[in-house]
Nanobody
Framework: VQLQASGGGTVQAGGSLRLSCAAS????????MAWYLQAPGQQRELVAL???????DYADSVKGRFTISRDNAKDTVYLQMNGLKPEDTGVYYC??????????WGKGTLVTVSS
């Protein structure tokens, strides 16, 4: 499975961005996909997750501001980020999960939110 993330950039606080993660390869084995944030000097943390059944989960810090969705026809997962805050700054990584604890990371995309 290969994951290609895009959509990062620089935005002012209160602005919006949409991240995309396109999956390729053995995508039929994927059970769920997620976005993680690695803020400067911090560990990578889960931001949002979506299962094949469409169930979603969010970090408390982004609930009500971020929305994860998927387009099965395009094998792509999106992260719509509204009301961005400076603390949302960092590298966003896409992750895909398979059975038996197998998971894949994509290359990150940088989001910078200026105050």
């Amino acid at each position: 499975v290969q994951l290609q993330a895009s959509g990062g950039g620089t935005v002012q606080a209160g602005g919006s961005l949409r991240l995309s993660c396109a999956a390729s390869g053995n995508i039929f084995s994927i059970n769920a996909m997620a976005w993680y944030l690695q803020a400067p000097g911090q560990q990578r943390e889960l931001v949002a997750l979506i299962t094949n059944g469409g169930s979603t989960d969010y970090a408390d810090s982004v609930k009500g501001r971020f929305t994860i969705s998927r387009d099965n026809a395009k094998d792509t997962v999106y992260l719509q980020m509204n009301g961005l805050k400076p603390e949302d700054t960092g590298v966003y990584y896409c992750r895909a999960y398979r059975d038996r604890g197998v998971a894949y990371w994509g290359k990150g995309t940088l989001v910078t939110v200026s105050s």
